[in-house]
Every structure is written in structure tokens, then in C-alpha cells.
């Protein structure tokens, strides 16, 4: 079933709410299809999910849940909004035209959605989200979050990647306010307040573009996001969340490593005490399942025990990786970024809303779940040496004789296709590095924050040069088969599984360290591709600069090979 098929489903399952639309003005209710070109005292428009409320003379809309208000909508440069109609009402959906004398917006609601779409109108340049978070989360979809912490972004206003949507993590883990744009065109700005422990992101303020839509949702649970400090002694324990999922979700958990980026890790989820775990997978395909024990395999890490993951109850729980490759120090965090089979019809995750929002074309495309795929091409080595030691262990050689051909020619065809991703990721890492000298040349002033990105890209060269020798060459792993055919392949001597073994031997650590060495090259580009948004908040000098390596990063991540760890 195809992502678009499957969110034309569940558009058609959800559970609508049992209250509709309803307006009132200053208390006293408007009659669905009357359109009121002003009201006398608080404009009110409720779809049972959230409630537009705009007292008279005031310079935002709130958008409250309950009785709660989640967040100001306001327009820039409106102090007081002079101009509040309806436009459009009946069953299904209302619209409010809001503004002042040259500054006009719509915003509708739709019956049961938890979400406002805002139409920019004429002089409609920037909507502000008022919404006091210390968390700022964009979510990544090709790679790990974004996760910015207020308490340490000095600047009064700084410019943020511009990813189509963001996540301001309000209340105290009970709302989180998502706001979701068009295009990567529309800039985005934080505005910050406060110092020490008091220090948030006040708002976010996003740029209508060219008659761009905005749409701005409210997530609401007890407990629908968390975070939980990790400090370095945690390393190696397990430890309790305080936490407890408030439903059945893909819950994603970003966990801060000690160099301050995030590492983006699925929560695992049990269905019955002491059972295996189930790891949702929300770019497509099933779950996967993983042992009571937790126990996980992938290139880079090597054998670890996943550290991230909820009882039968529900509970939350994380054991910080004690391995020399990975270590977490810093906030935990944790929200819903998909559905799965269990979640609650009448619940909304991230990607809902972003399917809801954009459309499932869209969000697709976003998504790129093409990109997102991993490829797989011939045989891997460690399977080829399992195949050939028991054909020759058997003394079934000349007997299997094709077969033993089709392994020599699929495990050459392994080689050549990891080998390209390789390739392709020191040919990126040399591209950018001519990029960065460039920048650094052109804009001197930013020699410090270009540094850092020329220090992340150079790992992929020091990488390379660490496994070349053992790696080897296509060419090499081709003459290898060549003597294969030569020397062993009919060949039944007491000394043919011995030969066999040796060859197996070499191949598997020819594929070994490409396999690793693939993974540690992605590795580096997700650093370099989070690293530069991160310095694009911090100084605002680096916009054009980071946008330009994030744009590079997202090809160069496309289509992971199937070794390379595309998630953990």
C-alpha cells in the first residue's frame, strides 16, 4: 500500500468530534451561515478540538485548547486587529477574516481538526506564534532532529532552518504547538527572552512568501512530549523516564550526544511483559522486531543494547550507551512523530498533521520516501562466505558449480555498489571542502563557525585513509574471483574447504570495512548536516552558508546503502 493510499484511509477513519462549529459574539452564539461582517465583543470560533478567541481590540488571535491558551497568532506589524468577520461558516468549517486598514488574513477551522489554516491577505507579510517553549524541535526526516535549547542561544532573535515545519514544545510536556509552511522559501525566526533556568524561544514569526499558506496545530496529551537529563555517570545504567506513554505511537526520542548534537532514536514498544520489542517504522514497510534483550547490531556501533524503550505498562525507559563511538550527556527528549496500528483514531501525531496540512502528494515528497529507501545490490560477504564453506564443507563444489559462480559474481557486485557509496561520499566531502575554503576566503569574519564545519567534513578523508589499505579494490575483489575460478572453484583436494576459508577470510574483511567505513561517512554528513543548523541560530552570518550544506547533505544521504545504518 502506498504512503498517499494509506493517508486517504485514515482521513476517512478518523473520528470526527461530537461538537461542530460554533461562533459566538460576546457570548451570545451566531447562527451557522451567517457571515457577521464585525462583532461587537470577543469573536469566538470553536470546532470542538480548538477555540479562536479575539477579544475586542486585541493585537493576536488566541488559540486555545479547552479552556487553555496554547498560542498569540499574530500579523506583523498589527497592534490591534480593527477588522474581525466571518467570511464563511456552516457544518463542516468557519472562516475568520482578521487585520487592520491594509493588512487583511483568513484563518479556518474544520470540524474536529486541531488545526487552523491562515491564508495571508493583502499587506500579510509574517505570522508570529507566540508560544513560550525552551525547546525548539525540526523534526529530520533524512537524518537526526534539530533540537534547539533556548538556555543556550544568547542572541534576542536568530534565524532557523527553514524545513516546512517546526515543533515548540510548550505547557509543561502537556501541548506542543506545530506550525507547518509550504516551502523552504519561508524564512523562520526565533525571538528569545529571559536568562538562566527562565531563558525560552517567546516565538517563532515565519514568512507568508508569495501567498504561502500557514497552518498551526495543537498537539495536546498528559505527558504527549518529555525530557529527562542525562548526565555522563549515566552511562551504562538503565534508569526510569518519569515518564509513561500517554498512547500507543512511534514515539521518537532525541537524545543530545556529548558534542551537543542530537541522536534521533525510535522508542521501542512491548506489548506483553518480558516479550519482544517492536520498533515502528514510519518511512514505510513494517516494524521490526527486536529481542526481550534488547540486543542490536549496526555498522559504526557494532552489538549494543538499543537504549531507548517502554515496558508492557508503558513505562519509558533509557540505559545511556557506554561505547567509545557514542556517548549521550544533555536533555532527552520525546514526542509522537507517527501513528501505529494501536494509536487512537482521534489522536494526532506529526506526521498527521503534516499530511493533514500539505496533503499526502506533498508529504510524500517531503518525506521523500524514495530517497529515504535503502538499496541493497548482490550478495554480502559474510553471506557469501556462509554459502561457499558449507558447499565446499559439503564437498559439493563441482556438483554446485553454478552456483558457486553466481556467489563469486553477486559478491563482486556487493563490493562495486558499496564501494560507489563510498565514492560518492569522499567526492561529497571533497566538494565541500572547496566550498567552505571558498567561504572561509570570501567572509573572513566567519572563519570560526566555517572551521567547525571544515573540521567535521575532513573526518570523511581521515576515515577512508584508516580503512583503505584492508578495504582493498573492486579490481582487487575481481581478480580474487579469478583466482577463485582457477584455483578452486572445481577443485576437490583435501585441502578445497581450507582454500575456500582463505578466500572467504579476505573477502569478509574487504566487505567489513566498507560496510563500516560506509557507515562512518554518513555518519559524518548527518553531523555536518545538523552542526550547520545549528550555527545558522547561533549566528545568523551563516544562513546562506548553511542552507547551502543542508541542500548538499540531503542528496548525499539519498539511497543509503542497505549496510549504512540509514536509521539506528
Same mark, same amino acid.
Given at each position: 500500500?502506498?504512503?498517499?493510499?494509506?493517508?486517504?484511509?485514515?482521513?476517512?477513519?478518523?473520528?470526527?468530534?461530537?461538537?461542530?462549529?460554533?461562533?459566538?459574539?460576546?457570548?451570545?452564539?451566531?447562527?451557522?451561515?451567517?457571515?457577521?461582517?464585525?462583532?461587537?465583543?470577543?469573536?469566538?470560533?470553536?470546532?470542538?478540538?480548538?477555540?479562536?478567541?479575539?477579544?475586542?481590540?486585541?493585537?493576536?488571535?488566541?488559540?486555545?485548547?479547552?479552556?487553555?491558551?496554547?498560542?498569540?497568532?499574530?500579523?506583523?506589524?498589527?497592534?490591534?486587529?480593527?477588522?474581525?468577520?466571518?467570511?464563511?461558516?456552516?457544518?463542516?468549517?468557519?472562516?475568520?477574516?482578521?487585520?487592520?486598514?491594509?493588512?487583511?488574513?483568513?484563518?479556518?477551522?474544520?470540524?474536529?481538526?486541531?488545526?487552523?489554516?491562515?491564508?495571508?491577505?493583502?499587506?500579510?507579510?509574517?505570522?508570529?506564534?507566540?508560544?513560550?517553549?525552551?525547546?525548539?524541535?525540526?523534526?529530520?526526516?533524512?537524518?537526526?532532529?534539530?533540537?534547539?535549547?533556548?538556555?543556550?542561544?544568547?542572541?534576542?532573535?536568530?534565524?532557523?532552518?527553514?524545513?516546512?515545519?517546526?515543533?515548540?514544545?510548550?505547557?509543561?510536556?502537556?501541548?506542543?504547538?506545530?506550525?507547518?509552511?509550504?516551502?523552504?522559501?519561508?524564512?523562520?525566526?526565533?525571538?528569545?527572552?529571559?536568562?538562566?533556568?527562565?531563558?525560552?524561544?517567546?516565538?517563532?514569526?515565519?514568512?507568508?512568501?508569495?501567498?504561502?499558506?500557514?497552518?498551526?496545530?495543537?498537539?495536546?496529551?498528559?505527558?504527549?512530549?518529555?525530557?529527562?537529563?542525562?548526565?555522563?555517570?549515566? %552511562?551504562?545504567?538503565?534508569?526510569?523516564? +518519569?515518564?509513561?506513554?500517554?498512547?500507543? &505511537?512511534?514515539?521518537?526520542?532525541?537524545?543530545?550526544?556529548?558534542?551537543?548534537?542530537?541522536?534521533?532514536?525510535?522508542?521501542?514498544?512491548?506489548?506483553?511483559?518480558?516479550?519482544?520489542?517492536?520498533?515502528?517504522?514510519?518511512?514505510?514497510?513494517?516494524?521490526?522486531?527486536?529481542?526481550?534483550?534488547?540486543?542490536?547490531?549496526?555498522?559504526?556501533?557494532?552489538?549494543?543494547?538499543?537504549?531507548?524503550?517502554?515496558?508492557?505498562?508503558?513505562?519509558?525507559?533509557?540505559?545511556?550507551?557506554?561505547?567509545?563511538?557514542?556517548?549521550?550527556?544533555?536533555? &532527552?527528549?520525546?514526542?509522537?512523530?507517527?501513528?501505529?496500528?494501536?494509536?487512537?483514531?482521534?489522536?494526532?501525531?506529526?506526521?498527521?498533521?503534516?499530511?493533514?496540512?500539505?496533503?499526502?502528494?506533498?508529504?510524500?515528497?517531503?518525506?521523500?520516501?524514495?530517497?529515504?529507501?535503502?538499496?541493497?545490490?548482490?550478495?554480502?560477504?559474510?553471506?557469501?562466505?556462509?554459502?561457499?564453506?558449507?558447499?565446499?564443507?559439503?564437498?559439493?563444489?563441482?556438483?554446485?558449480?553454478?552456483?558457486?559462480?553466481?556467489?563469486?559474481?553477486? +559478491?563482486?557486485?556487493?563490493?562495486?555498489?558499496?564501494?560507489?557509496?563510498?565514492?560518492?561520499?569522499?567526492?561529497?566531502?571533497?566538494?565541500?571542502r572547496e566550498y567552505l575554503a571558498e567561504q572561509k576566503k570570501a567572509h573572513p569574519e566567519l572563519a570560526g563557525p566555517i572551521g567547525e564545519l571544515e573540521k567535521i567534513a575532513e573526518e570523511i578523508d581521515a576515515r577512508f585513509a584508516a580503512r583503505e589499505e584492508k578495504m582493498k579494490t573492486p579490481d582487487h575483489v575481481a581478480k580474487m574471483n579469478d583466482d577463485f575460478?582457477?584455483?578452486?572453484?572445481?577443485?576437490?583436494?583435501?585441502?578445497?574447504?581450507?582454500?575456500?576459508?582463505?578466500?572467504?577470510? &579476505?573477502?569478509?574483511?574487504?566487505?567489513?570495512?566498507?560496510?563500516?567505513?560506509?557507515?562512518?561517512?554518513?555518519?559524518?554528513?548527518?553531523?555536518?548536516?545538523?552542526? %550547520?543548523?545549528?550555527?545558522?541560530?547561533?549566528?545568523?552570518?551563516?544562513?546562506?552558508?548553511?542552507?547551502?550544506?543542508?541542500?548538499?547533505?540531503?542528496?548525499?544521504?539519498?539511497?543509503? &546503502?542497505?549496510?549504512?545504518?540509514?536509521?539506528?
Amino acid at each position: 500500500m502506498t504512503l498517499a493510499i494509506a493517508f486517504i484511509l485514515l482521513s476517512a477513519l478518523q473520528k470526527p468530534s461530537k461538537t461542530g462549529i460554533q461562533i459566538s459574539d460576546g457570548g451570545d452564539p451566531v447562527k451557522l451561515g451567517e457571515t457577521p461582517a464585525s462583532f461587537k465583543g470577543e469573536a469566538l470560533v470553536s470546532n470542538g478540538r480548538i477555540t479562536l478567541a479575539i477579544p475586542k481590540g486585541a493585537p493576536a488571535v488566541a488559540l486555545r485548547s479547552g479552556a487553555t491558551t496554547r498560542a498569540f497568532l499574530r500579523l506583523s506589524g498589527v497592534t490591534t486587529l480593527d477588522h474581525v468577520a466571518v467570511v464563511d461558516s456552516g457544518r463542516g468549517s468557519a472562516t475568520l477574516e482578521i487585520g487592520t486598514q491594509g493588512v487583511r488574513a483568513r484563518l479556518k477551522v474544520k470540524k474536529g481538526d486541531v488545526t487552523v489554516e491562515i491564508q495571508p491577505g493583502e499587506g500579510a507579510a509574517k505570522l508570529s506564534v507566540d508560544c513560550p517553549s525552551r525547546f525548539i524541535v525540526l523534526p529530520d526526516f533524512f537524518a537526526d532532529d534539530i533540537v534547539i535549547d533556548a538556555r543556550k542561544l544568547p542572541p534576542a532573535s536568530v534565524e532557523i532552518p527553514s524545513e516546512n515545519f517546526l515543533l515548540q514544545l510548550a505547557g509543561r510536556g502537556d501541548a506542543i504547538v506545530m506550525s507547518v509552511f509550504e516551502n523552504k522559501e519561508q524564512d523562520v525566526r526565533l525571538s528569545l527572552r529571559g536568562e538562566g533556568a527562565d531563558r525560552v524561544a517567546a516565538g517563532s514569526e515565519i514568512e507568508f512568501g508569495k501567498g504561502r499558506k500557514i497552518w498551526v496545530s495543537v498537539l495536546e496529551a498528559p505527558q504527549i512530549w518529555h525530557v529527562r537529563e542525562i548526565a555522563a555517570a549515566d %552511562a551504562g545504567k538503565t534508569l526510569p523516564l +518519569d515518564w509513561k506513554m500517554p498512547f500507543p &505511537a512511534a514515539w521518537r526520542c532525541d537524545l543530545t550526544r556529548a558534542n551537543d548534537l542530537a541522536d534521533s532514536w525510535e522508542l521501542l514498544l512491548q506489548k506483553e511483559k518480558d516479550g519482544d520489542y517492536l520498533k515502528p517504522s514510519w518511512m514505510g514497510g513494517g516494524p521490526e522486531r527486536l529481542p526481550a534483550t534488547r540486543k542490536r547490531w549496526t555498522t559504526v556501533l557494532g552489538s549494543f543494547l538499543y537504549p531507548v524503550w517502554s515496558d508492557a505498562d508503558r513505562n519509558g525507559f533509557i540505559a545511556p550507551l557506554k561505547h567509545e563511538k557514542l556517548t549521550f550527556q544533555g536533555p &532527552a527528549l520525546i514526542y509522537p512523530v507517527n501513528r501505529v496500528n494501536e494509536t487512537p483514531l482521534d489522536v494526532f501525531s506529526v506526521i498527521d498533521i503534516v499530511r493533514n496540512t500539505l496533503g499526502a502528494g506533498p508529504c510524500e515528497y517531503l518525506l521523500d520516501l524514495e530517497g529515504n529507501k535503502s538499496e541493497y545490490k548482490g550478495r554480502a560477504t559474510c553471506s557469501s562466505r556462509d554459502v561457499l564453506t558449507k558447499i565446499y564443507g559439503d564437498g559439493q563444489q563441482k556438483a554446485k558449480h553454478a552456483e558457486v559462480e553466481k556467489v563469486l559474481q553477486d +559478491d563482486l557486485l556487493f563490493v562495486k555498489h558499496i564501494r560507489g557509496r563510498i565514492t560518492r561520499y569522499v567526492e561529497f566531502g571533497r566538494r565541500i571542502r572547496e566550498y567552505l575554503a571558498e567561504q572561509k576566503k570570501a567572509h573572513p569574519e566567519l572563519a570560526g563557525p566555517i572551521g567547525e564545519l571544515e573540521k567535521i567534513a575532513e573526518e570523511i578523508d581521515a576515515r577512508f585513509a584508516a580503512r583503505e589499505e584492508k578495504m582493498k579494490t573492486p579490481d582487487h575483489v575481481a581478480k580474487m574471483n579469478d583466482d577463485f575460478r582457477r584455483d578452486v572453484m572445481d577443485y576437490d583436494g583435501p585441502d578445497a574447504l581450507e582454500r575456500c576459508k582463505k578466500y572467504a577470510r &579476505a573477502l569478509v574483511e574487504i566487505g567489513d570495512n566498507q560496510d563500516e567505513l560506509s557507515g562512518e561517512c554518513r555518519w559524518v554528513v548527518k553531523a555536518l548536516r545538523q552542526k %550547520a543548523g545549528l550555527l545558522m541560530a547561533a549566528d545568523p552570518r551563516m544562513t546562506p552558508i548553511a542552507a547551502e550544506l543542508r541542500n548538499r547533505t540531503q542528496e548525499a544521504l539519498k539511497n543509503p &546503502a542497505g549496510h549504512e545504518g540509514n536509521r539506528h
